[in-house]
């Protein structure tokens, strides 16, 4: 791992002025690289790097020294950018790389490919987008995200030299050295490519543990600080954590912890948290109240309405999974009662029920535990409806399907999640949106 300062150098002939970033100063320097590198390498160490980027018509104005020129062709005494950097004496090397100018797709193409090859697999990673032309800024984001994902980078700066927020350049000559130009951190900015990310899987796949981990890096400091006593930063936490709890039940079939999930907290930390000081993520509360109103405290039903998600989903395994068993758990619940339905042989009673309808067989063929307890056995049997048993058993066949990795009886994908939806639709009606 690596520190990395990426940057490309511009064309123009820069007035000298001082730069401000968090609190600190760069005096009378002419180049936004100078100063971000001096403010933000000088701990750096030999195995780190700062890469400049290069047109050539940079190279010859502002990388060697007196490379501009006045209007009669007469260079201009201006100390380079290479020699500047040098004078810092840090300690990271100092490379250059040629670009083109960007002036076609196929260059943008070119500087693309110049760019990702100066980075290396979880280098750390600032830039200034300070110099170039206007599609560079969203180029170099873009090629920084493909590389958080390609080569697992962290971006952990983004800077821009504000110098134009000090007027016309004939304002700011009359300024002398009161030239105080602000750099601004774009760093908040850049994390809402991760915001994006973290919530479209969420809305997507239903997985909220990127949210979950964005949101403990935003609050867990401001915890620290204030000693957990800032009660809406731990609202926040506690909505990341649940949230990604609730995903993880869905994802795992546990419809038992499902229908102990505490819903209604959920809800209320989720309408608590609406206008919270984490603003990328307040568009989606609406949205998650939405996803969780067929859920409530201590309810069978929550299996279906974890059913729907998965559908929603497509999680395809654990939606078959979940659908029989809770099937499974309403037919306990109404005879034995709800407080029964995690006792393993009660369940087992109630599945050979439903499995001796829907093979027909005779009482000399039924097996442990059904065979002890017949007269239950056969009470349930009698009351079960025909159709509920030929829902069961389609389910039971897709699921096994699943289970056994289609090596037996295989279906093709999109009938596996076409029928978990229609058997769906069959016990719970033509629900809209699923």
């Not at 991760?194 to 400091?221: C, H, Q, R, S």
């Not at 000399?364 to 009351?383: F, S, T």
């Amino acid at each position: 791992m690596s520190n990395v300062m990426l940057a490309f150098l511009g064309t123009n002939d820069y007035l000298p002025c001082n730069y401000l970033l968090n609190g600190k100063k760069v005096e009378n320097v002419r180049f936004i690289q100078e100063a971000i590198a001096g403010l933000l390498c000088k701990n750096w160490n030999e195995e780190d790097r700062i890469i400049i980027f290069l047109t050539e018509e940079a190279k010859n104005k502002n990388w060697v020294d007196n490379g501009q020129k006045d209007r009669d062709g007469k260079s201009l005494q201006r100390k380079g950018l290479k020699h500047r950097l040098e004078s810092l004496k840090l300690k990271a090397n100092i490379y250059v790389q040629d670009v083109p100018n960007g002036q076609s797709e196929d260059e943008i193409w070119d500087i693309f490919d110049a760019v990702l090859n100066q980075i290396n697999d979880s280098d750390e990673v600032i830039f200034d987008i300070t110099h170039g032309f206007r599609s560079l800024p969203m180029l170099m984001i873009t090629i920084l995200n493909y590389a958080r994902v390609l080569r697992d980078i962290k971006i952990r700066g983004a800077y821009y030299g504000a110098f134009e927020s000090l007027g016309t350049l004939h304002e700011v000559e009359k300024m002398g050295k009161d030239r105080n130009a602000p750099i601004f951190d774009l760093t908040p900015f850049i994390h809402l490519f991760d915001w994006a990310t973290a919530i479209d899987n969420f809305l997507i796949y239903g997985d909220a543990k990127e949210i979950n981990v964005l949101t403990k890096e935003e609050i867990t400091p401001i915890l620290r600080e204030t000693k957990g006593k800032d009660k809406d930063a731990q609202n926040l936490k506690d909505l990341g954590v649940q949230l990604e709890r609730l995903t993880e039940l869905i994802q795992t079939s546990r419809a038992r912890n499902i229908i102990d999930f505490d819903f209604e907290g959920l809800k209320d930390i989720i309408s608590h948290n609406k206008g919270s000081r984490l603003n990328p993520l307040n568009p989606l509360l609406d949205r998650m109240l939405e996803k969780i109103k067929d859920f409530e405290n201590n309810d069978i039903e929550n299996g279906y309405a974890a059913v729907k998600w998965c559908i929603e989903h497509n999680l395809i395994q654990q939606g078959y999974t979940i659908l029989q068993e809770t099937m499974i758990s309403e037919i306990v619940a109404k005879y034995y009662g709800e407080n029964e339905i995690i006792d393993k042989d009660k369940r087992g009673i109630v599945s050979q029920a439903i499995n001796i309808k829907r093979g027909n067989f005779r009482e000399g063929e039924w097996n442990e535990p059904a065979k002890n307890h017949r007269d239950e056995v056969q009470k349930i049997i009698n009351d079960l409806d025909d159709e509920l048993i030929k829902i069961y058993d389609s389910i039971s066949q897709y699921r096994n399907d699943i289970n056994h990795a289609g090596f037996i009886n295989p279906h093709k994908p999109e009938n596996l999640k076409r029928k978990l939806k229609e058997n769906y639709k069959k016990l719970k009606g033509d629900v809209k949106n699923v």
